[in-house]
């Protein structure tokens, strides 16, 4: 199983995470890592590496679309990052069996640049609300104002 994980970076605690993962799957996984951005910090990488899987540098986004259609499943690992928000309204990715794995601590509130909104595509029509009114059981006698 080929995975491809897209990634801005693999340093602080998403680095660590994979390292971690990584020596641990089984060989019938293949990972490659694409990194959005150069690294700063290459611990994590080189623990990666050692584990058998392949890091690269994306050229450009175009060369993520590549990865990704040569991938079984890709793995967003995603945060409030801007490298990720371009990758994500930019890039012409293919039909793909994808997953977010959300690395948001929730200690800040998320920012959700305008153009990524813009590239949602959006429904004419809007889905029937249904009444909030709570109804009581029949059993259940209510009282009126005139009965109080």
């Known amino acids: 199983m080929r995975i ?7 340093g602080g605690g998403v680095g660590k995470a994979h390292a971690a993962l990584s020596a ?3 060989e019938i996984v293949q990972q490659t890592f694409v990194l959005l951005e150069a690294p700063r910090d290459r611990r994590y990488i080189d623990m990666i590496k050692a584990a058998g899987a392949r890091v690269l540098i994306a050229d450009n986004l175009a ?3 590549v990865l990704a259609r040569e991938s079984d499943i890709v793995q967003f690992e995603f945060w409030n990052h801007p490298r990720m928000f371009e990758c994500l309204a ?3 990715l293919p039909a793909m069996r994808s997953v977010f794995w959300s690395h948001v ?3 800040a509130r998320p920012l959700i640049q ?3 909104m813009r590239k ?3 429904s004419s029509s809007r889905p029937k609300r249904r009444s909030r009114r709570r109804r009581s059981p029949p059993c259940v006698a209510r009282r009126t ?3 109080q």
């Open 145 to 147: 104002r005139k009965s």
């Open 4 to 10: 491809l994980h897209v990634t801005p970076h693999l």
């Open 105 to 107: 601590s929730g200690i």
């Open 114 to 116: 305008p153009a990524l």
């Open 120 to 122: 949602l595509p959006v």
């Open 24 to 26: 641990v799957l089984p």
């Open 90 to 92: 930019r890039a012409e």
């Open 63 to 65: 060369h993520v679309a």
